[in-house]
């Protein structure tokens, strides 16, 4: 954590992700970046219904019309990779789940940037940066 900010943490359901130690841990542990469909991602998020007029239209995963800041998003660092976790699934492979870098994916969404650099953590490394809610 950079001196002066407040902690990160993504909450999702039952799960709380401290997104400085997924940081740490990248950082510690190097590995190249992968690539994500911005398209798809944000779709999946319902990042592309935040402006619809429509109040029957929304997100499961996502953030509701009103919670992302669309200002904040457009200044983000496109360049900055995402990080997606990997949840464990009882009897199923791990399902990924971005964890940081929603304002990112707006953006690049916004601009019509095909793809994101996406740091992606494997499940145990999920298990290790999860915190009890």
Do not use: C, K
Not at 18 to 29: F, N, R, V, Y
Not at 51 to 76: E, F
């Amino acid at each position: 954590m950079s001196h002066g900010r407040l902690p990160q943490w993504f909450h999702f359901g039952p799960y709380v992700f401290d997104i400085d130690a997924a940081q740490a841990l990248i950082a510690a542990t190097p590995r190249d970046t992968s690539t994500v469909d911005v398209n798809a991602w944000a779709t999946a998020y319902g990042l592309i219904h935040l402006d619809n007029p429509n109040p029957y239209a929304i997100s499961l995963i996502g953030p509701a019309h009103n919670a992302l800041n669309r200002t904040y998003a457009m200044t983000t660092d496109l360049a900055q990779p995402l990080i997606v976790a990997q949840i464990d699934i009882p009897d199923a492979a791990p399902a990924p789940l971005l964890i940081d870098g929603t304002h990112r994916l707006y953006r690049a969404w916004h601009e019509h940037q095909p793809q994101l650099p996406a740091h992606l953590l494997t499940a145990a490394e999920t298990r290790q940066i999860t915190a009890p809610r």
